[in-house]
């Protein structure tokens, strides 16, 4: 089985930030048009309204968040070296779901999408690779 290593990259996207409801971590979901005929855009926009609401549960404001941050200063924060937050959690939760997006839609295709954590939350970077018939 080919690995994303062994083909070079034939293309790079970036799926922007949507600003439109203030700072809150939330993707555009407009199918660009160099994924076509690569992913089905019900896939796309599947994966990318579902980050967007896994993003905004990491910032939820609960009643065990605000126990986290109180316990966290009462202990001079190495509790945070213990125990992770709600949203380490849920990070980790979204690193899953894009690793699972990633071998089942995206990379018989081969494309990968790569964690928007890795670059600050800034884009989403989608890897497009040569198919390897092409390679010589």
């Not at 954590?117 to 800034?122: C, I, P, V, W």
Request: some cysteine.
């Amino acid at each position: 089985m080919q690995t994303a290593e062994d083909l070079p990259v034939k293309k790079r996207i970036f799926v922007q930030r949507d600003f439109s409801d203030g700072m809150v971590v939330k993707f555009q979901s407009k199918f660009p048009v160099e994924l076509d005929n690569r992913i089905d855009r019900d896939v796309f926009e599947m994966t990318i309204v579902k980050l967007n609401q896994m993003y905004q549960e990491a910032e939820e404001v609960s009643a065990s968040s605000y126990c986290e941050g109180c316990l966290a200063c009462l202990t001079g924060y190495t509790l945070l070296l213990c125990v992770d937050t709600h949203y380490k959690k849920v990070l980790k939760k979204i690193s899953k779901y894009i690793d699972k997006q990633n071998k089942e839609q995206f990379w018989p295709h081969r494309v990968v999408m790569k964690d928007p954590f890795e670059n600050g939350l800034r884009s989403i970077e989608f890897i497009i690779y040569e198919t390897g018939e092409n390679v010589s």
